[in-house]
């Protein structure tokens, strides 16, 4: 569905991404893990149209979306759930939502937001409620709803678990276990978290200083010695 093929970005003099090649499809998560500053969150930036591509491609469903502004990138289904969850904190949870389907039929959009209410019952029985008052973990699942009242068919989150504490972790991610499941998405997860992110992804990669040094199913890296000791702490 979405496939990235040789991508160069950076910023200014500096080259950050140094010919980076992934793909993924409906109903998968790919996972990518790398260590501070590998160049992950420049990689979902540069997917999602806000830093240019020097070279390479980015092809959604078979059409290039390289060199495309990120409003147009956003409408081909690929939806980008920032590091830091940036929800309008002065809104309630219920006007996020409807942001996040902004531009498109009303009617379509609610209908969505109940579909999000029953995957997230925290967000309904906080409708109301500002959103900058809310835990962070709910914060971060009103953003990962923001992102999907887009009904979008690709959904990429930059560190979801930063700041939460472990049992609000594992309750995000069942919530994208379960959006790739009843809903086929294909989702590209960026995690320090490595451990956790490769147990549920079906694909993940490794991301060191702006390269791909490994790829493989999720429970392949995970027992990857190489990555065990990089990432998960050793043993
Ligand atoms: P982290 O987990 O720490 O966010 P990351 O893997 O997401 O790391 P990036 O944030 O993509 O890494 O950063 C990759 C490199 O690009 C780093 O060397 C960083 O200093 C540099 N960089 C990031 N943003 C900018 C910017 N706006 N201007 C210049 N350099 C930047």
Redesign the pocket.
């Known amino acids: 569905m979405l496939t990235v093929e040789n991508l160069v970005a950076?910023?200014?003099a500096?080259e950050?991404l140094h010919g980076v090649s992934l793909s993924i499809r409906k109903g998968q998560i790919l996972s990518i893990v790398?260590?501070?500053?590998?160049?992950?969150?420049?990689?979902l930036n540069t997917i999602s149209g806000f830093i240019p591509i020097r070279s390479g491609d980015i092809r959604q469903e078979g059409r290039s979306i390289a060199k495309q502004a990120p409003a147009v990138i956003a409408r081909a289904g690929i939806r980008h759930v920032p590091?830091g969850r940036r929800v309008f904190s002065e809104l309630s949870v219920e006007e996020n939502l409807q942001l996040g389907g902004y531009g498109q039929p009303k009617a379509v959009v609610q209908a969505r937001i109940e579909h999000i209410y029953e995957l997230f019952p925290r967000l309904l029985e906080r409708r109301g409620q500002a959103a900058g008052t809310m835990s962070g973990g709910e914060q971060q699942m009103l953003a990962i709803g923001r992102a999907l009242a887009a009904d979008p068919k690709v959904l990429m989150l930059d560190?979801p678990s930063m700041g939460l504490a472990p049992l609000v972790v594992a309750e995000i991610f069942r919530l994208i276990c379960r959006l790739r499941d009843e809903m086929g998405m294909g989702i590209l997860l960026?995690e320090?978290n490595a451990k956790a992110a490769l147990r549920i992804a079906d694909l993940a990669c490794v991301?060191s200083l702006g390269k791909v040094t490994m790829h493989g199913t999720g429970a392949e890296l995970l027992h990857n010695p190489d990555v065990v000791d990089a990432f998960l702490g050793g043993h």
Do not use: D, H, I, P
């Open positions: 950076g910023y200014g500096v950050v790398g260590a501070n500053g590998a160049g992950k969150s420049t990689l590091e560190e960026v320090q991301l």
